[in-house]
Every structure is written in structure tokens, then in C-alpha cells.
């Protein structure tokens, strides 16, 4: 998907030190080197990793995957990571990217698209809401080994 020079495609290996770089903005650091094993991973992985480019580095990253549930015949896909360069936010980066993974959600048989938000992100909320988003309960998240 292409507009206005931004192209929105699957990511590569190849954009894990870009892709490093905009997690390492968003306070979550990771190796180029692992991450670029990540990415390669989630290519077989039921889901997607979507990268958002303009003339250079990455400008925003989405990955998301789909699972079966319960409530509904059709898998859900749940947006895990929505990230955009704080430099390039409020111009269409963002909406792009989450109309590229609808398209990949509903190509995939997924009937909706979730997404976690924290409380203390009110950016992202707001956002949620202008692209169609209905607030929907919370979650929480217990890790599955002891920390140390």
C-alpha cells in the first residue's frame, strides 16, 4: 500500500535497526540482531508485522496476530504494537498502517480488530476512538515465569 511517498509493507529482517531504533523511542530497547530473528519469526506466525516507510528510516511499525475465539466463529486480530516516529506523528502514518492491517486482518477471516491501550496513554486512546474503536473492558497480563 502506497500513498502520498509513505509505503506501508510486511516487514523484513532487513528494517530490524530502524525498527529498533523506533522501540528504543518508545522505551522498549532490543538488539537489531534479535529483533531481525523476531521479525523473521513472525512471518510464520498467524499475523502480520506491518512497516510504515517515507524516504528512510522506518516511520511506524503495527504488528498484530489473530486468534480463534469462543464468542465468535471468525478470529479476532489483536494489534500488539502500534508505534509511529514521535517526528512524523499527526499525519496519517497511523491511520495508514491500521488500514493496511484491517486489510490483512479481514484477507486472514478475522471478524474484528482489538487493541490493548494503557491508562496512562491518552495520545493513543484518542486515537483509538477517532478510528473507530469502542472502549471495551481492560486487560491484564501475568507473566508465565517467576521474575527474578
Not at 465468535?72 to 499525519?91: C, F, G, K, M
Amino acid at each position: 500500500m502506497s500513498r502520498f511517498g509513505l509505503e506501508i509493507r510486511a516487514a523484513t529482517a532487513a528494517e530490524a535497526p530502524g525498527i529498533a531504533t523506533l522501540l528504543g523511542m518508545a522505551g522498549h530497547p532490543v538488539d537489531p540482531r534479535d529483533l531481525a530473528d523476531r521479525l523473521t519469526t513472525l512471518r510464520d506466525a498467524p499475523g502480520a508485522a506491518l512497516v510504515a516507510l517515507r524516504w528512510g528510516p522506518p516511520s511506524g511499525l503495527l504488528v498484530m496476530h489473530w486468534y480463534p475465539t469462543l464468542d465468535d466463529a471468525r478470529a479476532t486480530a489483536q494489534i500488539t504494537t502500534l508505534l509511529v516516529n514521535p517526528e512524523e506523528r499527526r499525519i496519517g502514518i497511523g491511520r495508514m498502517l491500521l488500514k493496511a492491517a484491517a486489510q490483512a486482518a479481514r484477507s486472514a477471516g478475522c471478524s474484528k480488530l482489538e487493541m490493548g491501550v494503557p491508562a496512562g496513554a491518552p495520545f493513543l486512546q484518542a486515537f483509538c476512538q477517532a478510528t473507530g474503536f469502542a472502549e471495551v473492558g481492560s486487560r491484564f497480563v501475568r507473566p508465565l515465569r517467576k521474575q527474578g
